[in-house]
C-alpha cells in the first residue's frame, strides 16, 4: 500500500503518520523530518534546505524530487510507504506519478485558529524527533520516549507560520482538487479527537 497523506501545517499528519504506519506497516517518509536530519548532519542538502525551511518557504521541487525518488527504491519503502508532507506542489505531484502508483490520499483540515494553536504548542524531542504539545507537557519535560531535550522548531514560531499557511493555501491546497479529480482523495476531519482521527484513516485503509 502506497498512501499520501496531504493537510496544512499542524493539521496531525506526522502524528497520525507514526500510528498508521505501525499499524500497516509501511515506511514513514516524511521530507520535513528527512530535511531536519540533513540540517543536524550539516549536510550540503540541510545547508541548502535551511534557509527555505526557516522562512517558511518551500524547498525547490527539484530537490524534493530527487530525495523521494531515491527514498522510495529502498527495501522498506518499496514493500509499502506513507508520503507525509510530499507532494506539496502539482509540479511535484505530476513527477511522482512518474515513479510511484499511489493507492489514496488522506486528506486531513483544521480551522485556522486551531492549526496555530497547535504548532505554536508543538514540541520535538531533539535526539528522537516525536513530538509533543505544550498543553500536555510538565515545565522542563523531557522526551518520554528517550529522554531527549525538546524544543521548539524555528519554523513553528509565529512569524513563521503565518507564512507557511499561505504557502500551504497557495503551493498545496491545489492537490485536494488533483486527486479528487483522480478519485484517490479521501477527506478526514482533523479537528476530531486523535483517537477518532486515527480509526476513521484505518477504516478507509482498511477498505483498499
Ligand atoms: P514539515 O515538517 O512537513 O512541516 O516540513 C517543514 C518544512 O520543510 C516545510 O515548511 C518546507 O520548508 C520543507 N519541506 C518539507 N516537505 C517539502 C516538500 N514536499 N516540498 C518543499 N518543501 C518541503
Redesign the pocket.
Known sequence: MKIIFLGP?GVG??TQAERICERFELAHI????I??ANIKNGTELGKA?KS??DK??????SV?IDL?RDRLTEPDAVKGCLL??????VA?AEALEEFCDIDAVINMDASVELLIERITGRRVCRNCGATFHISRLAPDAACDKCGGELYQRN?DKLETIEN?LK?YTAQTSPLIEYYTAKGLLKSVDGEKHIDTVTEEICAILEQL
Open positions: 501545517p499528519k506526522g516524511s521530507t520535513g523530518d530535511l531536519r534546505a527555505y525551511i517558511g518557504e518551500l524547498v525547490p521541487d524534493i523521494v507525509d508532507g510530499f507532494p506539496r506542489t511535484q519554523d507557511r504557502v
